[in-house]
């Protein structure tokens, strides 16, 4: 299974496979036309209290990591729906943060990259776009 990370302002492309809007607030200035997305699942982004309390701060980027996975396991059908739709497809998580590494669609990225159902496939499991820093710092932890 391959699951990317993405700005929903960059362009689509035929490679992005299955490509989710994983922002609980629609991104201003985009169109449902120009996202061409296959899914929006505001469901999956953090809680508005986690978000709010995280406002992008990389000190609070470990903690928020940390909460958003405690949220996320009591959305496991969410979970489980997303690798069912995408099926053999390429995942792409889309996001509007301006912080392309300390934002949900990475931290959604490890987390599924981690998660049983991901594993179930007989496809490859790779990650794209993960930032450095959250590899050195999570590594040991998960």
């Not at 998580?93 to 991901?118: F, G, I, M, T």
């Amino acid at each position: 299974m391959q699951v990317f990370v993405k700005r929903i302002y960059e362009p689509a492309h035929q490679a992005d496979g299955f490509r989710v809007l994983v922002d609980r607030l629609w991104p201003r200035g985009v169109s449902k036309a120009v996202a061409k997305l296959d899914e929006w699942m505001p469901e999956l982004g953090p809680s508005t209290a986690l978000r709010q309390w995280f406002n992008h701060d990389p000190a609070r980027w470990p903690e928020f990591c940390r909460r958003y996975y405690e949220e996320l396991q009591t959305k496991e059908p969410l979970v489980t729906s997303l690798f069912k739709r995408a099926g053999t497809r390429p995942i792409t998580l889309l996001y509007s943060a301006k912080d392309e590494q300390h934002n949900q669609a990475v931290a959604l990225q490890h987390y599924l990259l981690h998660h049983p159902s991901c594993f179930q496939s007989t496809v490859p499991v790779t990650t794209v776009n993960r930032p450095r820093s959250f590899t050195k710092r999570r590594a040991g932890r998960l």
